[in-house]
């Protein structure tokens, strides 16, 4: 890609990009969707999955678990530590993605929601499950 995610997404108002990682399975795969970031409008929400940048400039896609004071507490879905990341370092939020010819919206999309709802509910015993192991 040329120039930056940031330009890009200043200068067209998104950018579809690929995930590099297995952080968001099941979700998202690596190199397999192609995700639809836009603009964040206002603070995002909880459940919302944001691209925001690292120190070290590294681009991180990951929900948001919960917010708190100005500052975002985020997960990756196959993750099971938050990271605190400031409100003002997100600089994109995922409106849906494609998954071969089908277009998943993040808003709508009946399914996708419950498995944002279930995903999170289940996450205790993820959690333990992966200690124990």
């Known amino acids: 890609m040329k120039g930056s ?8 108002g998104f950018v579809l990009m690929h995930t590099v990682g297995i952080s968001m399975r099941p979700m998202l795969h690596e190199r397999r969707e192609q995700n639809l970031i836009r603009p964040p409008q206002g603070l995002p929400r ?23 004071g100005g500052v975002l507490y985020i997960r990756g879905d196959n993750c099971y530590l938050c990271e605190k990341v400031p409100a003002d370092r997100i600089i ?26 279930l995903w999170r509910l289940v996450y205790p015993i993820r959690y333990l499950c992966h200690h124990i192991h």
């Open 46 to 68: 909880a459940n919302d999955v944001v691209l925001y940048r690292r120190q070290n400039g590294q681009y991180v896609l990951h929900r948001i678990i919960r917010s708190r």
């Open 5 to 12: 995610i940031e330009q890009e997404l200043r200068n067209n």
């Open 92 to 117: 994109g939020v995922l409106r849906g993605f494609y998954r071969k010819d089908r277009y998943i919206d993040c808003e709508k999309a009946l399914l996708y929601r419950g498995y944002v709802w």
